[in-house]
T-cell receptor, first 113, second 116 residues
Framework: QQQVKQSPQSLIVQKGGIPIINCAYENTAFDYFPWYQQFPGKGPALLIAIRPDVSEKKEGRFTISFNKSAKQFSLHIMDSQPGDSATYFCAASKGGATNKLIFGTGTLLAVQP | ETGVTQTPRHLVMGMTNKKSLKCEQHLGHNAMYWYKQSAKKPLELMFVYNFKEQTENNSVPSRFSPECPNSSHLFLHLHTLQPEDSALYLC???????????????FGPGTRLLVL
């Protein structure tokens, strides 16, 4: 049973495009939603996170949009660059715990020059 | 670098071998984690240690045996593994494992394990 469903599995965009990665969850007890970025040969690194009391959070070129009623959240990368090419994972946890994360399956993003 | 190192980076072992994975964090954290990352599957949390005590075992088979001698070091002892155990094993650390707001997990680069 996959508790956090992530799509698409892979994504190719041109430089300057706005890739969007989507995640959906079923457990309404989830209340912390981070995104992790992983480059080849490296471990995942926290990129940005949101809690359900807001519908949007921006950090630099990265934005999380959160739709509580639909139980969906998404990552938008503005003005994407080739250096953004990586695998992106969404995750969720409950009880506000940032240490017991349920991860999505990942999206491999390629930004072409 | 994240301050979390893992050795070896690559490991090939037979099903009858015994090997160990090592993780060391230089961040002064008190919580450490083992994750399994398989292709096209979600990261799976395996074990959690807070202040050297195991606080989470996510129904991991006994052929995986963790050890946490101090807050800076974490080991994963492997014995009689199966080919389906081939994966990237990631170690992570966080401040105190309380899961409080703002607590972030820092991951090492992982050990790529192949079981023949």
């Amino acid at each position: 049973q996959q508790q956090v469903k992530q799509s698409p599995q892979s994504l190719i965009v041109q430089k300057g495009g706005i890739p969007i990665i989507n995640c959906a969850y079923e457990n309404t007890a989830f209340d912390y939603f981070p995104w992790y970025q992983q480059f080849p040969g490296k471990g995942p690194a926290l990129l940005i996170a949101i809690r359900p009391d807001v519908s949007e959070k921006k950090e630099g070129r990265f934005t999380i949009s959160f739709n509580k009623s639909a139980k969906q959240f998404s990552l938008h990368i503005m003005d994407s660059q080739p250096g953004d090419s990586a695998t992106y994972f969404c995750a969720a946890s409950k009880g506000g715990a940032t240490n017991k994360l349920i991860f999505g399956t990942g999206t491999l993003l390629a930004v072409q020059p | 670098e994240t301050g979390v190192t893992q050795t070896p980076r690559h490991l090939v072992m037979g099903m009858t071998n015994k090997k160990s994975l090592k993780c060391e964090q230089h961040l002064g954290h008190n919580a450490m984690y083992w994750y399994k990352q398989s292709a096209k599957k979600p990261l799976e949390l395996m074990f959690v240690y807070n202040f050297k005590e195991q606080t989470e075992n996510n129904s991991v088979p006994s052929r995986f045996s963790p050890e946490c001698p101090n807050s800076s070091h974490l080991f994963l002892h492997l014995h009689t593994l199966q080919p389906e155990d081939s994966a990237l094993y990631l170690c992570a650390s966080s401040q105190d494992g309380s899961g409080g707001a703002g607590e972030t997990q820092y991951f090492g680069p992982g050990t790529r394990l192949l079981v023949l």
